[in-house]
């Protein structure tokens, strides 16, 4: 099993930045290491379906935005701290959503995993 705690959520002023925060743990990751599952953030605004907006993968660490986030938030990962981080600028109204960190594992079709943790309410508001 694997725990994803996200923190760091809350309300800012249009324009503004918030960095959130998951930190990873479980016994998941003995087997599956921490660098080898695709660390993804969601959102999901009242309302809507729940959107992706940011990859970092496996062990390439490379990174993939949607169009909506590219250019203003940076996904990150500390290996080491089992860690993972959004870092959100020029923030709109817009962004107002729950974000979730998920973690996804894909070994084969009979080794596939994926974990979310609770949510985090950012609120971009004047």
């Known amino acids: 099993q694997v725990q994803l705690v996200e923190s760091g959520g809350g309300l800012v002023q249009p324009g503004g930045s918030l960095n959130l925060s998951c930190a990873g743990s479980?016994?998941?990751?003995?087997?599956?290491?921490?660098?080898?599952?695709?660390m993804r953030w969601f959102r999901q605004a009242p309302g809507k379906q729940r959107e992706l907006i940011a990859v970092?993968?496996?062990?390439?660490?490379?990174?993939n935005y949607a169009n909506s986030v590219k250019g203003r938030f940076t996904i990150a990962r500390d290996i080491a701290k089992k860690t993972l981080s959004l870092h959100m600028n020029s923030l709109k109204p817009e962004d107002t959503a729950v974000y979730y960190c998920?973690?996804?594992?894909?070994?084969?079709?009979?080794?596939?995993?994926?974990?979310w943790g609770q949510g985090t309410q950012v609120t971009v508001s004047a």
């Open positions: 998920n973690a996804y594992y894909f070994g084969g079709t009979a080794a596939e995993f994926e974990y």
């Open positions: 970092i993968s496996g062990p390439g660490g490379a990174t």
């Open positions: 479980g016994s998941g990751f003995i087997f599956r290491p921490f660098e080898s599952y695709a």
